[in-house]
């Protein structure tokens, strides 16, 4: 489901409030507009885990997804990331649903 309205203001504020600025500070000419979606970014962690027999498998495993804001420049399509617990946002925009989704 898109951002409301509402969220979208309390979104732009959050930036705003952290100097991020409305022009984008590749090609200082488009604007900067938010998406309509939270991005969930997929993070792996380099580690070592013991399988069956003693048998010890080295590589990238899944921890978890960070939840970011997306602001994508108008003009070249520069594209930049903002986790919402940096925004103040986490709780405001996520929080809630996923408690939810782990209570099922
Ligand atoms: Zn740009």
């Known amino acids: 489901m898109p951002f409301t309205e509402e969220e979208r203001q309390r979104i732009r504020e959050a930036l705003k409030e952290r100097g991020v600025p409305g022009i984008c500070p590749v090609c200082q000419k488009g604007e900067l507009w938010v998406s309509d979606y939270i991005a969930f970014v997929p993070v792996r962690e380099k580690h070592a885990e013991v ?11 899944p921890v978890g997804d960070l939840p970011c804001v997306v602001v994508v420049c ?12 940096g925004l103040g946002l986490w709780d405001e925009l996520v929080g809630g ?8």
Do not use: K, Q
């Open 74 to 85: 108008a003009e070249c399509g520069n594209t930049m990331l903002f986790h919402l617990s």
């Open 51 to 61: 399988r069956g027999a003693g048998t010890i498998v080295e590589g990238l495993f």
């Open 97 to 104: 649903l996923e408690a939810a989704r782990r209570g099922r």
